[in-house]
């Protein structure tokens, strides 16, 4: 396989050095910077990592009381282990908080940028090098996804590891580069679920375009396979198991009992519209309009204003497409196969343009625009350098300002804001004997036991009282406690209440909307949550009569 | 080929100077002052009263506005896919072409060396008239091709 070379002369090296250096400290910036406050809220799925691991760290067990499980779940949902578990040590040296919840995604993120600026460089030479840094440092699901706790994102960063060590395998025929390759291809799995799915196209693709430097070093290769299949059996026998298919079949378009859009039963072939269905979702991930200016359908999973790249990168993405329609090498097959593989999960599903279950498509797409920079600088010389540059600055400005304002401010309530202060006016009011909260949209068990330590134990305990280990991955029903020491969580029927005052109520605005408190006979709020919008998030009230 | 390229790009031009003059392209729609307001008090609320009120204003909303609409139209599930899962809110998605001439087309993109501004001043400025020719010029050129690299 013939790869560029990054920077051959000892002043390029130093060169390159520098802006790498500085590509990491400005993208770990751009992922740090106030990551336990911005985004202002702490996301359900979030607090589940985030706890689930620091009770890994004081107990060994997670919140069903297992100990060490291969996989874990909250709230009827399974995830991955490895976010989980290389938070464990975070957890131990932070404590339990949101900073240290994001922490391993915003580092992940950070990596990843370096690695997709080594991918470009390794493939185009320093300048495509250098253009892949850049790209990864400002585009806006590169920033987004690093400032939540995302193990897809994690993902996403061993994805890009294994492409890596593997283009140097091919580069230099090492077998340690493919050990190394193999390595990541697992921790990559058991990161995401995307990626158990991507990861062995990828690499079967990967190892039959290169099977005869496989063959020279079969030895190596064997031993790898079978020490892959020993680490990768804990997953598989998962897959069979309700905990590694429940989430899948879920959201699967053929489990959902819906028939594709457009059918009258009669009147038009079932199988072409489903099939018309499942290449639509497809093609979703590649259309200019989702990519450039829509974003994820979902507003929890995107920026306001802001879609997955800036509008601007569509110039170069066509160029990099245009450049390299006919790949030279092995590498460059390997990108389109990356590309066209990535949306295969999220396809799986119903939901269009899913940017998370997708998120492996947006790196390669990054390599694309990368790729068509590293031509324009070709072709334009330094005044082309200088026009993107500034306009990668002003983009990245705006994106920044406006993630870091608007979207904080408007779309605080797709981030489950609000529940730390709850816990904490729950705290400041001992004379109330019980509390009662009531909140459908969210798994508010969850966020009692990331925000409110005194919860923690007695749930602990109750939830070892209902949970069967024998089928705690193969019933996937719903498991958890909804009333333990003095807190309920439930729908209050306000109705029926304790008008003794010496029960507080915690309503989510949705359950008790604008105004109709006033209607509530007695009902005194003792504090209400707001939204940075000034839009009411909680409101907190007893009642007596 | 190149005279019934520039012929259906100028006609496209023409009509659509004709019809909705420049202000098209530049007016700042209805739609941009709700947006505008509403992020505003947002940011007012979140106490941001200086320079970040700047960040929502209705220049931008109107460049977003028209960069939307351009996109939606750039979209395949436009052309391809009636019923597809993002259709354009309050418009009837029809299928415009044949899910089986998408390969044909892609190939034809193989030919917008040298040709693309025509096809992107067709994609942009008229319409579905305007997108339908488009469409036809690129199964054109996938047919040359196809044409071509059988003989």
Same mark, same amino acid.
């Given at each position: 396989m013939d790869f560029g070379s990054l920077g051959s002369q000892k002043t390029d090296m130093r060169k390159i050095l520098i802006i790498f250096i500085l590509g990491l400290i400005v993208g770990g910036g751009f992922r740090f910077y106030r990551l336990g406050s911005i985004p202002g809220g702490f996301f359900r799925d979030e607090a589940a990592l985030a706890y689930n691991a620091y009770r890994i760290w004081t107990t060994g067990t997670d919140e069903y009381g297992i100990s060490y499980p291969p996989v874990f779940r909250s709230f009827e949902v399974f995830f991955l282990p490895t976010y989980v578990y290389l938070s464990v040590p975070v957890m131990g040296l932070l404590g339990l908080n949101e900073f240290s919840g994001r922490l391993i995604s915003? =580092?992940? #993120?950070? /990596?990843?940028?370096?690695? =997709? #600026?080594?991918?470009? #460089?390794?493939l185009w030479g320093k300048k495509a090098g250098i253009a892949g840094l850049v790209v990864a440092v400002i585009s806006p699901w590169a920033i987004y996804y690093s400032r939540g706790a995302f193990e897809g994102n994690l993902g996403v960063m061993f994805f890009s590891i294994m492409v890596l060590s593997w283009f140097? &395998? *091919?580069?230099n025929k090492k077998p340690a580069w493919m050990v190394l390759s193999g390595l990541f291809s697992i921790l990559a799995m058991y990161s995401y679920q995307a990626e158990r799915l991507v990861v062995? *196209?990828?690499?079967l693709v990967a190892i039959w +375009? *290169? !099977?005869?430097?496989?063959? $020279?070093? !079969?030895?190596t290769a064997l031993i790898s396979v079978i020490a892959g299949i020993i680490l990768l059996v804990p997953l598989l026998k998962l897959t069979l198991s309700p905990a590694g298919y429940f989430r899948a079949t879920g959201v699967s378009i053929w489990k959902q009992n819906r028939p594709p859009p457009g059918w009258v039963e009669g009147k038009n072939n079932f199988w072409y519209l489903r099939i018309r269905q499942v290449l639509a979702l497809y093609l979703a991930y590649y259309s200019p309009r989702n990519l450039f200016f829509d974003n994820d359908y979902n507003k929890q999973r995107a920026a306001e204003n802001y879609s997955v790249f800036y509008a601007w990168m569509m110039i170069p993405l066509a160029i990099g497409v245009w450049s390299l329609r006919k790949p030279k090498n092995n590498g460059e097959k390997l990108l389109w196969v990356w590309l066209l593989a990535g949306p295969l999960p999220a396809t799986a599903t119903a939901d269009p343009f899913h940017t998370y279950r997708a +998120?492996?498509?947006?790196?390669?797409? @990054?390599? &694309? /625009?990368? !790729? #068509? +920079? @590293?031509? /324009?600088? $070709?072709?334009? @010389?330094k005044l082309g350098i200088l026009v993107t540059t500034l306009i990668a600055l002003v983009s990245v400005a705006g994106f920044w300002l406006d993630y870091a304002t608007i979207t904080q401010a408007v779309r605080a309530n797709e981030w489950d804001y609000g529940y730390k202060r709850v816990f904490e006016v729950v705290r400041s009011h001992p004379e109330i004997d019980r509390w009662v909260i009531d909140d459908p949209t969210t798994a508010a068990y969850v966020q009692t036991l990331m925000f409110a330590p005194e919860y923690r134990v007695g749930y602990a305990r109750e939830i070892g009282k209902i949970v069967n280990k024998n089928n705690y991955y193969s019933d996937p029903q719903v498991l958890r406690v909804f009333a333990?020491?003095?807190l309920e969580i439930r729908t209050i029927s306000w109705y029926n209440i304790d008008t003794t005052g010496k029960t507080g109520y915690v309503a989510h605005s949705s359950r008790l909307v604008d105004g109709e408190l006033q209607t509530i006979p007695g009902a005194q709020l003792i504090e209400q949550i707001n939204y940075p919008s000034g839009k009411a998030a909680f409101r907190i009230l007893n009642v007596v009569r | 080929m190149k005279f019934i390229v520039r012929a259906i790009f100028f006609t496209e031009l023409s009509v659509f100077l004709g019809f909705f003059g420049y202000k098209v392209i530049f007016q700042i729609p209805p739609e941009a002052a709700p947006r505008v307001i509403e992020q505003r008090l947002a940011l007012k609320a979140a106490g941001y009263t200086g320079g970040q009120l700047l960040l929502t204003n209705k220049y931008l909303e109107s460049y977003r506005y028209?960069?939307?609409?351009i996109l939606r139209k750039a979209d395949f599930g436009y052309y391809f896919f009636a019923n597809h899962p993002r259709e354009i809110p309050g418009e009837v998605n029809k299928q415009i072409f044949p899910i089986a001439l998408l390969p044909v087309m892609i190939l034809g993109l193989g030919q917008i060396h040298g040709n693309w501004g025509y096809l992107l001043g067709c994609l942009v400025l008229a319409g579905d008239l305007g997108r339908f020719s488009a469409g036809w010029i690129l199964v054109v050129w996938g047919v040359k091709r196809l044409i071509c690299a059988k003989y």
């Open positions: 915003a =580092l992940a #993120g950070t /990596i990843t940028v370096v690695v =997709l #600026g080594l991918i470009a #460089g390794k140097n &395998f *091919v580069k062995p *196209v990828w690499g +375009l *290169v !099977r005869k430097i496989i063959w $020279e070093n !079969r030895k +998120l492996l498509v947006f790196p390669v797409i @990054g390599l &694309f /625009i990368s !790729r #068509g +920079l @590293g031509v /324009i600088w $070709e072709k334009l @010389g333990w020491d003095n | 028209h960069l939307g609409k």
